[in-house]
């Protein structure tokens, strides 16, 4: 059995690294998309998205309360459901947050020097993965600050925007798009709201989980959706659905169409710190996450490592770091939105499904809640951009047959097999 974590993250931590891991991803990068799926109905994508993420939050925390272990999802498929669909889950959110890493180091690169994104986004990683590497304690440090300037950046994006003088209620008045238009919305938006998993996933670095996870899950994700919608309001407000479309960095551009132009470097230095700050926390999900799959061996035993004095999966640290940078050589930002999405939704698929078996001792929402966030989470997916649906479906059939070849692998008493009840 590999070493296992230290627990020492109280309630307010937990909740900074969720809040680190949501807070600028969606207002900085799925806004845009977003409102072009949705037009002026964009605030109604925001509440469906935020009502899956609830359910997903609810449905983790109650699974993190009962298995208190790194890994999120993929440990609860695998408790609950079988070996085959913890693996499925874990395939899911290694695929899509690898995705989700490489964007936002693209997009810090193209707020910091647009002429060199690509170099800028490496020097990022390479920062984050030093960060993490030196263990839980600083990470969370370094959230703090990030979580405090992305949100006086927020500020003053709100602020340039409504009072900038180009505020129209006409902007929130356009036509409907119709009810696949805002699902798609959402399923974008559902990128934003993703990060409340980095909570879960550190079930062994959190100090009494049975209490901390159930708190800081529901606590995170109400703060970033009122966040998110004061911002998404203003934006609507200031310039309406179809600029924000248009444009790759769509709150500066609000900002700087008004008279308070001059916030408009605030907004972009606090896209680019939010965008690192989401890359510090997705890293160190990854790499936890892999870090229970190699515990369990469905993928390689040496990523199981922890290391002696930082007591971090360091190696599974450094493979994530890896596979980020060869992926942002070649992503591209927008249509990695989507294929993230689209497999997180998969992932949190599972993780209701999990909830939903739990006996009534263990549940601590109704269990038609699981329900819902299941279906939910099967909708969305299906309502995203085609492109990205069709890249998830080919990921996830590689994932299948790569389980067959492993499953084939283990008979005997030497594989993995199903875990002991817990």
């Not at 079988?82 to 947050?97: C, M, Q, S, T, V």
């Not at 929402?365 to 309502?383: E, N, T």
Request: charged share 10%.
């Amino acid at each position: 059995m590999p070493d296992r974590l230290d627990r020492r993250l109280g309630v307010g931590d937990a909740v900074v690294v969720g809040l680190g891991a949501m807070l600028g991803a969606g207002v900085f990068a799925a806004v845009g998309p977003a409102a072009g799926a949705a037009g002026s109905w964009l605030l109604a994508g925001l509440v469906v998205a935020g009502a899956v993420a609830y359910a997903n939050a609810s449905s983790s925390a109650a699974l993190a309360a009962v298995y208190p272990e790194s890994g999120g999802a993929y440990v609860y498929g695998r408790r609950r459901l079988g070996p085959f669909w913890g693996f499925l889950a874990g395939w899911a959110f290694l695929a899509g947050k690898l995705a989700s890493c490489a964007a936002m180091a693209l997009t810090l690169g193209s707020y910091v020097a647009p002429g060199m994104a690509r170099p800028v986004a490496l020097a990022g990683l390479a920062a984050v993965t030093v960060a993490n590497y030196l263990g839980v304690a600083r990470t969370v440090a370094a959230t703090r600050v990030v979580v405090a300037v992305v949100l006086a950046a927020l500020a003053a994006a709100v602020a340039g925007m409504l009072l900038g003088g180009q505020v129209d209620p006409a902007h929130l008045t356009g036509p409907a798009p119709g009810p696949h238009g805002v699902l798609q919305a959402a399923g974008l938006l559902f990128f934003a709201f993703a990060g409340y998993a980095r909570i879960a996933t550190l079930g062994e670095e959190v100090a009494d989980p049975a209490r901390t996870i159930p708190r800081a899950v529901p606590l995170a994700l109400g703060i970033v959706l009122a966040v998110y919608a004061v911002v998404a309001a203003a934006a609507l407000l200031a310039v309406g659905p179809a600029a924000l479309a248009r444009s790759a960095a769509p709150l500066a551009e609000a900002v700087g169409a008004g008279r308070l132009a001059a916030l408009e470097p605030v907004v972009r230095v606090g896209a680019a710190v939010a965008s690192l700050g989401v890359l510090l926390s997705l890293q160190a999900g990854l790499s936890r996450t892999g870090f229970a799959m190699a515990a369990h061996r469905d993928l390689p035993s040496a990523l199981a490592a922890v290391h002696p004095r930082y007591r971090v999966p360091h190696r599974a640290e450094l493979a994530v770091a890896l596979l980020v940078a060869v992926a942002l050589l070649a992503v591209d930002l927008r249509g990695a939105i989507g294929f993230s999405s689209t497999l997180v939704l998969v992932y949190y698929a599972v993780a209701n499904a999990a909830a939903w078996t739990l006996g009534p001792d263990q549940r601590r929402w109704p269990r038609w809640v699981a329900g819902a966030g299941l279906a939910g989470c099967l909708l969305l997916a299906a309502s995203l951009p085609a492109a990205s649906v069709l890249a998830g479906a080919a990921v996830l059939t590689a994932g299948a047959a790569a389980w067959v070849v492993l499953a084939g692998a283990r008979h005997g008493p030497g594989g993995s097999g199903t875990l002991p009840p817990g």
